[in-house]
């Protein structure tokens, strides 16, 4: 591995870049029967508009703004995240989850790494959420964050 993407890696991991990085899981746990639910994630509508973004996949999930407190899907009690997936060539070895910093940064900021990211972790799926309110996450006050919005 070339040391300006070893470099690179242990910047990630160090800098709280790198989310959780996910081996596949064993035969029989609780994250295989997980796994073999449908997964939510289609060709992204904007693949062909640029050369990174080619052979990506999207995902909408709905998630509880509150864990402890779930809503039942109720719109005020949840929000509607955007993830893009960059799969791994070949069969995967695993996952890698990027979050970009923030407050207000959407996982667009990792686009111009890609190459470097995926040399520094072949063989991963790489996984980019635009955190809430970011890039095609809901909004959580659409009206306060319009363009318009004093």
Known sequence: MPSFSRALLHTACAGGLLASCAAPA???SAATAHAAAPS???PCPDAADAPALAGTECARIE???D?????DGTQDGSVELFVRKFPATGAPQGEL???AGG???SGASFYPFLDT??????GYDLLIPDHRGTGYSARL???EESADSP
């Open 26 to 28: 064993e035969h029989g």
């Open 141 to 143: 006050c659409p009206a």
């Open 117 to 122: 990211l995926r040399a520094a972790a072949p």
């Open 97 to 99: 989850w990027l979050v």
């Open 40 to 42: 939510p994630f289609t």
């Open 67 to 71: 864990h402890a407190a779930p809503q």
């Open 103 to 105: 407050p207000g940064e």
């Open 63 to 65: 998630v509880p703004l």
